[in-house]
């Protein structure tokens, strides 16, 4: 007979603490405490590849851009976060003390991955949309030359472009700025990402 465990529940600050020493990232949600998926080495280069290129002046306009190690807030959705890759127009704002957690990106980049494409799309996009800030959500395939890049158009409204094959440029709408698709999976081995993945 199987036994129900009571479920426990945290509050930030104890997530917060906990994560301190973790092995493994972790998000926060309402009080749960959700382990993060590990990533791959070309989920890695994808993400490497997109920050080398990024250049942190664009037109005068500074830019700041993290990747992986530093947590987004949510404060609608009491939600704790790493996103992939996120861009900052200007300073970084802080929540809470010290500077681990950020509640101000532009830009969000997910590298999909077979168990949390569903999720990036679905539950973390709509938690996304809730930062004032954020104009642009990129969405790269990790199996084949494709990107999805959703634009804010209005409180409610965003646009879809796709774009696929490694000839493709995506062109960013929140920034003067463009990468090829054939950049950005530099020396990724599509042969490997299913062994990488079981």
Known sequence: MLVETEKKYYTPEEYLK??????????????EIIPM???????????????????????????????????????EHNFYTYP?????????????KGTSNIINPQVIIEVLSKSTKGYDRGDKFQYYRSLPTFQEYILIEQYSYSVDQYVKKSENEWSLNFYTGENAILKFASVEWEISLQDLYKRVNF????????
């Open 18 to 31: 906990l994560e301190e020493t973790a092995e493994y990232k972790n998000e926060y949600h309402n009080g």
């Open 84 to 96: 992939d890759v996120m861009v900052i127009k200007g300073e970084p704002i802080y929540h809470g």
């Open 191 to 198: 042969e490997l990402l299913d062994q990488e993945e079981s």
């Open 37 to 75: 998926v590990g990533g791959t080495t070309n989920h890695n280069k994808i993400c490497l590849n997109f920050c080398r290129q990024f250049p942190l002046t664009i037109n005068n306009q500074d830019y700041d851009i993290y990747m992986e190690g530093v947590r987004l807030w949510l404060s």
